[in-house]
């Protein structure tokens, strides 16, 4: 079997990956937030995600992957404070104070959430898991931390604290300088590392019964009760943003490692972030952007998963439409020229494939990957069943979809279709310059015509 060779944030260094079961990887990934649709900064780490499964499985491994969906706890700012965004969203959508409404409102963006991932062809996990349904294990695991003296009770809620785990953020070496919000902000919190476990019910009156009090799970106790029901601890890998370092990875290791006694993951694997400008796109922000956006702008969903594909997944990216726009060019041509290979009795070329395995296993080099694939694409010497063969195996980890048919129901904004009426007229009075200019004009703004 072929190394596999990952950045590990744990280790600070690109490290040799070696699997706890020889025949399966445990891996977990942060998922959504249900209260608003997913950006396409958000849907990065899935893709990144689902390519490393791809390939861990393209070397023969079973992978059991678990994604949460918090549908409650998660407060506006990582380091609890502010409202729960699931509360937020509710007043929002003008929506009455219940458990209930939460539930449907999460259900409602977790189907858009489910849909996105469907369209940019990522595989689904083994299971979602939604926090509001393992309320008895996050107590559990709370109690847990009491009776070991690794938790206190304050006015408001049950913290973790910090100053009795002496490896406390060691991930990404943040020790020293972790700011989850300083101690002034809770006087009663005995470190401002400390965070909770559990905030107690609010003047909302929202919240699920406890024996220390009633109110909601933290965040961060969310994932770890979650991956130890479903996957047991110590688990292969465990992906996110690297937003999540400083605070919430952190704080998942503090909690699970003092309760079990056991490391949580091996591996902790993080995806840069999309930014526009300096700014990384964000759900609060100017800069929301969804699959929606970009499918009114011309752009097709796999274009945007293969733009992703051209840079290494730990590199920040910056959003232009522009190059969205070229990256959907380049796979259209590619997906052109797949189907234009004839089929046969085609068989995979061994040397492309030990070059693109090489690719893949060296830290998920995707841009390595589709460099080889172009010169695949080029290679006249191969015939063409042998070149089909090849790319439609290689695809398999890329999961660009070459075999299909493209086609998606894209709103055709009014200034276009105003131009297509336009044109339309100026090809029935035969003015054929005209409708050539208005051709590129209708170019220009991400669409063709073809008469």
């Known amino acids: 079997m072929n190394e596999i060779w990952l950045s590990n944030t744990l280790g600070k260094e690109k490290q040799k990956f070696t699997p706890i ?29 689902d390519t490393l499964k791809r390939t861990l499985k393209y070397n023969g491994f079973n992978v059991k992957h678990i994604m949460n969906v918090t549908d409650v706890g998660h407060l506006t700012s990582d380091a609890d404070q502010g409202d729960d965004k699931m509360v937020k969203a509710l007043k929002r959508e003008g929506k009455e104070m219940n458990l209930e409404n939460m539930r449907s ?12 991932l469907e369209k940019l062809n990522i595989e689904l996990p083994s299971a979602f898991p939604f926090a509001s349904d393992h309320i008895k294990e996050d107590i559990e695991m709370i109690q847990t931390l009491l009776q070991k003296d690794f938790a206190y009770k304050t006015t408001d809620g049950i913290y973790f604290d910090t100053t009795k785990d002496t490896h406390y953020g060691r991930l990404g070496g943040i020790a020293e300088d972790n700011d989850h919000g300083r101690i002034e902000s809770n006087t009663e919190k005995k470190n401002y590392r400390d965070f909770a476990l559990w905030k107690f019910a ?11 009090g009633n109110g909601f799970p933290g965040w961060h106790i969310e994932c770890s009760a ?42 902790w694997m993080h995806n840069a972030h999309i930014t526009i400008g300096e700014d990384k796109m964000a ?30 997944y730990s590199t920040r990216v910056d959003y232009s439409l522009d190059a969205i726009k070229s990256a959907q060019v380049a796979y259209e041509k590619l997906h052109a020229h797949f189907n234009s290979l004839s089929n046969g009795n085609g068989v995979v070329n061994t040397e492309y494939k030990e070059r693109f395995i090489e690719a ?24 063409q069943a042998d070149r089909k063969a090849t790319l439609t195996d290689f695809d398999k980890v890329l999961g660009l979809m070459l075999g299909s048919v493209i086609k998606e129901n894209i709103e055709i904004p009014e200034d276009v279709q105003k131009l297509i009426e336009e044109r339309k007229i100026a090809r029935e009075n035969k003015d054929w310059t005209k409708a050539d200019e208005l051709r590129n004009q209708i170019q220009s703004k991400g669409f063709e015509i073809k008469d």
């Open 202 to 212: 609010d003047g909302t009156g929202l919240g699920f019964v406890a024996p220390f």
């Open 21 to 49: 079961n020889p025949k399966e990887v445990k891996l977990y990934s942060c998922g959504p937030t249900v209260y608003n649709y997913a950006h396409i900064g958000n849907l990065r780490a899935y893709v990144f995600a």
């Open 105 to 116: 409102i999460a259900n409602f963006y977790f189907e858009a959430f489910k849909t996105d």
């Open 226 to 267: 979650m991956i130890e029901k479903y996957l047991g601890t110590p688990i292969d890998i465990h992906t996110g943003g690297i937003d999540h370092i400083p605070v919430h990875h952190n704080n998942e290791i503090a909690q699970t490692e003092c309760a079990t006694g056991h490391n949580l993951a091996n591996f």
């Open 283 to 312: 759900k609060s922000g100017d800069n929301f952007l969804t699959l929606e956006t970009l499918s009114k702008n011309g752009v097709h969903t796999l274009a945007y998963r293969y733009w992703l594909l051209t840079a290494r």
């Open 360 to 383: 893949v296993n060296n830290d998920l080099d995707t841009p390595k990957a589709l460099a080889i694939v172009w010169e695949l694409v080029k290679d006249g010497e191969l015939n």
